[in-house]
């Protein structure tokens, strides 16, 4: 089932998954003399959940940012949507539809819940600054139907009770879930979660994982996560990609990963006789 | 009513007046300081590069014509136009975009992610090249500044204020049209940060430049933006500075006076500014008005900065500024 043909496939509970939309060939990133990540190539088709996990320091957030284009790397072409990508800023990579969160949170802390999942839609505002400031018209029409969208993310997350409270005063576990509104807010062709369930209680994992999946459903939003709690993991994911030392020792089903004794040394350790 | 009380209610609106002058610097500060964390020490300069300008530009003066001259042996000087004051602020405007994007694409686009002590040490080195900037290019003489703004004792308060108290109040129009013109300043200001998609993306910039990014917002746009915005603030304050007191070196200075205001307002907040300017404004003229005789006067000199001593002492975040609180 790993081989899969480019017209995508279905899975188990009947979700249609499309063509490749996104594809990492041979990426290679170093830091001076400490490679991140080595010769790493994989596909994340659309409408799938795909999972990077691996142990820690083996580089899943390096490649994250690879995608994201916070890291630049060595060696190596991204395609996206059938082109290769050129080298690109960060909000360059934002602005063509990939959105992102982060393991340690970055949100507005300054700003309401309602203003930081606003942000959101900063590039979808096209009025030019003088109409907005003078607020009649095309101006005042867009900002409601960008208001609308948003006030949708934010009844679909259950955020609607904190919209109006300061971002600094929410716990952690609200604040991962108003990072994971924003970028919702963005209507983005993928979706990047950096550890969207690292500390937190099981209820709150739970509640995040229901989401997750929910998006996906919902939205049809393609999800690429990297997490490194392996149960959570595999039953939210289509496909799995597995990293260790910066290489890739496993990809496909989780089922199939489960059982790749690569992995499993990776994970348990393996004595060196 | 005591003779004492109707002085003290004239000192108390000049000091107003005074405050908003001191305002008008600061609210440069703020700008920056609230976008980029950077505290800007060369903003003061920005104000007599500003008027230095646009008193060059509405005479006509030939930019660098000492050096011009020097090297190549010529004698020009003056192109030979005057240009009414509103043309010169619109061409002053663009020279001032120019400098922000030169700032940020020379000096602070290489700095990112630095300490705040070393963008803080760039911008003196900042203000002291644009000081010697401004006076290769416009020459370093006093010069005298005419937009065409109302000056000299206001007749109508005179006489008002002379039939209510038998005293007629000394209120500069020019002081007036700062009030006015500050005020619409943070109006605008306020609309614009609140109301705009851009001023929304400078909110977020200021507040974490990762998220930022990951919302597509180009920071290099937004600094750009925000040294432009304080560039005009600059010009503002120029204006209304040099035709006071004339363009020259002192000008520079009031920076250190916004210093104190920044305190007691709090480094962020465009309000507190504007608060923190007035307050010290009226506090230094009454100050000097009513301790100023026990103690042998020029309490001027001195008094905005113990003021401002004392807010550190007592609430070190200023009145609006955003508390500090180290989370353990």
Known sequence: ?273 | MSDQFIFGIEVFLNGLMAGVLYALVALGFVLIYKASGIFNYSQGVMALFAAATLVGVMKGQVPFSHLINAIFGTDVHYFGWHLPGIVGILLTAVVMILLAWFVQRFIFRHLVGQEPIILFMATIGLAYFLEGFSDLMWGSEIKKLDVGLPQGINTWIDETTFGIFGYGFFIDNLDIVATVVAALLVIALVIFSQYTKQGRAMRAVADDHQAALSVGINLNFIWVMVWSLAGFVALVAGIMWGTKSGVQFSLSLIALKALPVLMLGGFTSIPGAIVGGLIIGVGEKLFEFIVGPMVGGATENWFAYVLALIFLVFRPQGLFGEKIIERV
């Not at chain 1, 996990?53 to 940012?65: E, R, V, Y």
């Not at chain 1, 309602?114 to 009025?127: A, E, I, Y």
């Not at chain 1, 991962?176 to 509104?181: I, N």
């Not at chain 1, 739970?206 to 393609?222: A, C, K, P, Q, Y």
Request: glycine fraction near 10%; hydrophobic fraction near 40%; avoid cysteine.
């Open chain 1, 1 to 273: 089932m790993n081989d899969m043909s480019t017209e995508g496939y279905v899975t188990e509970d009947g979700r249609k998954i499309g063509g490749v939309l996104m594809e990492m060939k041979d990426i290679s990133l170093r830091f001076g003399g400490v490679k991140a990540i080595t010769d790493i190539s994989f596909n994340i088709r659309e409408g799938e959940i795909r999972a990077i996990i691996g142990p820690n320091g083996a580089g899943k957030s390096s490649m994250l940012n690879v995608i994201s284009g916070f890291y630049i790397p060595q060696e190596g072409e991204v395609w996206y949507k059938g082109a290769r990508r050129p080298q690109m800023k960060p909000y360059e990579v934002a602005q063509q539809g990939i959105a992102r969160t982060f393991q340690n949170i970055a949100l507005f802390e300054g700003m309401s819940v309602l203003d930081n999942v606003m942000t959101g839609r900063l590039n979808h505002m096209k009025t030019g600054l003088l109409a907005q400031s003078i607020w009649k018209g095309k101006a005042e029409a867009e900002e409601v139907a960008n208001r609308e969208k948003v006030e949708k993310v934010i009844d679909f997350l259950e955020i609607q009770h904190i919209r109006k409270t300061p971002v600094s005063r929410l716990p952690y576990g609200l604040k991962k879930r108003v990072e994971l509104a924003r970028a919702l807010a963005v209507e983005p062709s993928l979706l990047l979660l950096d550890e969207p369930m690292a500390g937190m209680n099981v209820e709150e994992k739970e509640d995040m994982s229901r989401f997750i999946l929910d998006v996906n459903d919902e939205f049809g939003t393609t999800i690429a996560l990297i997490e490194h709690d392996m149960g959570v993991v595999m039953d939210l994911s289509d496909r799995v990609v597995v990293m260790d030392y910066g290489k890739k020792i496993g990809d496909g089903t989780p089922d199939e990963v489960r059982g790749n004794q690569a992995v499993i040394d990776a994970y348990l350790g393996v004595s060196h006789d």
